[in-house]
């Protein structure tokens, strides 16, 4: 089977520093891509991790633990515009299947 | 160019038509993919295209047809689909080198079934 857990809603002030967490249970793993998708918009790329540790990218950082099915997504210097959802996937071995976790709302407040 | 495209925004179709969606890209990713989306909900995979063969269907209904005419390529043809159906429709290509894989969505199409 497949498990994939985010917490459903975060709010944030903006400059802050927010980390959103992704547990994952999978037969299977190669892989995890976090994406943000705004309101009526596709998702965007942010991240993909398949070997332990912390990645950064400006102001985003993504962490992988696979003995763990734990990932966080950092962002930092918090903006308005970061509002939006983010959606934890967990790509699986032998193929190309995704899933995607149900995504966190994230709620920046000045 | 990280962009792939989709064809057409939105679309209205009655339960009898027939009507394609079309998705473009250029990045030389040779796994394309079509997900569907309701709203607040994640996107859940339909079909994955690896070097132009079907890879994966998820048992999607008949009323969905891929097709992936060259590796830049990507077409759903829908007939008689249902009101159920109405949703975002996504289309996504990919590409993985060494321990690095990116996967880019297109811009959706917006469905519409009456």
């Known amino acids: 089977g497949q498990n994939i857990d985010q917490p459903t809603e975060m709010t944030a002030t903006e400059g802050a520093i927010v980390q959103i967490n992704c547990t994952y249970q999978?037969?299977?793993?190669?892989?995890l891509f976090w994406y943000q998708q705004h309101a009526g918009e596709a998702p965007t790329f942010l991240s993909y991790n398949v070997l332990d540790g912390l990645e950064e990218k400006g102001r985003f950082s993504s962490f992988l633990s696979r003995s763990k099915g734990y990932s966080y997504l950092l962002l930092k210097e918090l903006q308005m515009k970061d509002s939006a959802s983010y959606l934890c996937a967990v790509r699986r071995t032998g193929g190309f299947k995704t899933i995607f976790g149900a995504g966190t709302r994230l709620f920046v407040k000045a | 160019d990280t962009e792939v495209t989709q064809t057409p925004k939105h679309l209205v179709m009655g339960m009898t038509n027939k009507k394609s969606l079309k998705c473009e890209q250029h990045?030389?990713?040779?796994?394309m993919y079509w997900y569907k989306q309701k709203a607040k909900k994640p996107p859940e995979l339909m079909f994955v295209?690896?070097?132009?063969?079907?890879?994966i269907n998820e048992s999607v209904p008949s009323r969905f047809s891929p097709e992936c005419p060259n590796s830049s390529l990507l077409n759903l043809h829908l007939h008689a689909l249902q009101p159920e159906d109405s949703a975002l429709y996504l289309c996504a290509s990919s590409q993985a080198l060494a321990n690095k894989e990116t996967q880019y969505f297109g811009p959706g199409t917006r469905l519409l079934v009456l």
């Open positions: 999978t037969s299977g793993f190669n892989g």
């Open positions: 295209y690896s070097y132009e063969k079907l890879s």
């Open positions: 990045m030389g990713h040779r796994a």
